[in-house]
């Protein structure tokens, strides 16, 4: 792991991955000025207030103005016009990454956004889910988490080695993967079941309006994921939407099958297809 | 709460629930010998040793036989015919209840086999879900649970007090509820979701070879309860058939809504459908 170290940092979205970053920057001693930009002046004030950031913009510009290291932190949605905003006013050579939960064609976007001024490579550290704010952020919040880095073959060579140094002195285990294939993978394993976490929890709300009440232990594991950010899901979602329009009938095949063994009484067939998912389910416990 | 005891109880099939109720009814002092009936013999001389139950019998009849109180915990799928094998074998007005996730048609079933000999009260203690075994049996698995107590009409009303005596001594918050709107509202909460989980597995094993190894906590907690018994999913899915193929179609129209948004690009549609979810979602956590 080489050692870096960044002058200043901008971090624009002050939420729970970038008030993270912050803090964890700040405790590796990788970096100097942290300077936030965020929609809200409260929230960026009560960032500055528990040292999360040493200064607050309410322009991205200026919080990007000599910064050596930027975060793009905001909603995914928001990440091409940020781009466009920023990019004339940052240092020549910076480096740009993201904290995003969508790669693919985002990252080719991106990239040529930022191409002839910046460097830009791209990140997904896994960690964050449920919660959001600030109130939630730790320092060590990406220790042992695993983290998506998705360097292009246009990608600078020292960038990536910056970024996958940077994740791996917070304490993530980084991936160099392709950008599509990671939205592909995501949309499986993270997209997907929170489109049907949401509708799960919609389905309950139709079936009986005080349903919800006998939910236990299972039903609130299952759903879990229905509390995450509607705004965060929101982007995400379109931004993967092919992936997550083949995997939803993927996933309605899945579940016509449950419903044709059902329908037909074939206690057999509906044993085989849960021993088959237990079987696959129980290879996570394992690792 | 009235003061019970049972001489004898017998507790067919000494898994998870059968093995906790008798560590708990030994800790309650409610009761003198606890009998055990199973299909492997292996595991109810392991259940002997640890002093689950006193003495076991590979003959259900025989672990009846003087039985005060007769616990019926085997998988839901064997409670008709075990029911005609013990009924001429029970003492005359003993008590039996049972821990079956399926209550509905069930009960009567159960009801109209035991009458004229013992004296049938269902029970659905809300615990367990995706453990089993008797090495994870538990004297306190109860302690605040829910337990729906579920008479008819033709319930002895003295059986009923003990039945809600008995699951309130273990720790229980007992609710009396009518036996199909149980069967609704869990095929809602609890049997849908492990379709959807079952299902949501299989998708992924279908989108991608490795693409669990992928699996992060959101899709851990969406799916922990994929890892339960398909034995006993497979009966209970298949007893509350008719609920379930309804609420499948109502998931389906759930899932729809989300797929409809999301080809046509509606922003503001799917966020507005996430967050009904998470408004609903919510509610639990606030309880």
Redesign the interface.
């Known amino acids: 792991m080489s050692r870096i170290s960044f002058g200043k940092t901008a971090v624009i979205g002050v939420g729970l991955l970038g008030a993270s970053v912050a803090l964890a920057l700040r405790e590796s001693g990788l970096c100097g000025m942290i300077h936030g930009y965020g929609r809200s002046e409260d929230n960026l004030r009560r960032a500055k207030e528990r040292g999360i950031i040493d200064e607050y913009r309410l322009s991205a510009r200026e919080a990007c103005a000599d910064a050596d290291l930027v975060l793009l932190s905001t909603p995914v949605g928001v990440f091409k016009s940020m781009a466009e905003e920023i990019k004339e006013y940052l240092k020549e050579g910076a480096l740009v990454t993201d904290v995003g939960s969508i790669k693919g064609k985002m990252v080719s976007a991106l990239e040529e956004l930022f191409s002839g001024r910046a460097r830009y490579i791209g990140s997904h550290p896994?960690a964050g889910?449920?919660t959001s704010g600030i109130d939630e952020a730790r320092a060590d919040l990406f220790r042992a988490a695993?983290c998506i880095v998705t360097p292009t073959e246009r990608s600078d060579s020292s960038a990536l080695e910056s970024i996958v140094s940077l994740w791996e002195t917070l304490g993530a285990r980084v991936e160099i993967m392709d950008a599509c294939r990671h939205d592909?993978?995501?949309g499986?394993?993270?997209h997907?079941?929170?489109?049907?976490?949401?509708?799960?929890?919609?389905?309950?709300?139709?079936?009986?309006e005080d349903?919800?009440?006998?939910?236990?232990?299972?039903?609130?594991?299952?759903?879990?994921?229905?509390?995450?950010s509607?705004?965060l899901?929101?982007d995400v979602?379109?931004h993967n939407?092919e992936n997550?329009?083949r995997?939803?009938d993927?996933?309605?095949?899945?579940?016509d099958?449950?419903?044709r063994r059902?329908?037909e009484?074939d206690?057999a067939g509906?044993?085989?297809?849960?021993?088959?998912?237990?079987a696959?389910?129980?290879?996570?416990?394992e690792?």
């Open positions: 896994i889910s449920d695993r592909a993978i995501y499986a394993v993270s997907l079941p929170h489109l049907v976490a949401y509708a799960l929890v919609n389905t309950i709300g139709t079936a009986g349903y919800i009440e006998y939910a236990g232990q299972g039903f609130r594991d299952t759903t879990r994921i229905a509390m995450s509607p705004e899901w929101r979602s379109l939407r997550l329009l995997l939803m993927l996933f309605g095949d899945a579940l099958t449950l419903r059902l329908e009484n206690a509906l044993e085989s297809e849960f021993s088959k998912a237990r696959l389910r129980k290879k996570i416990e690792r």
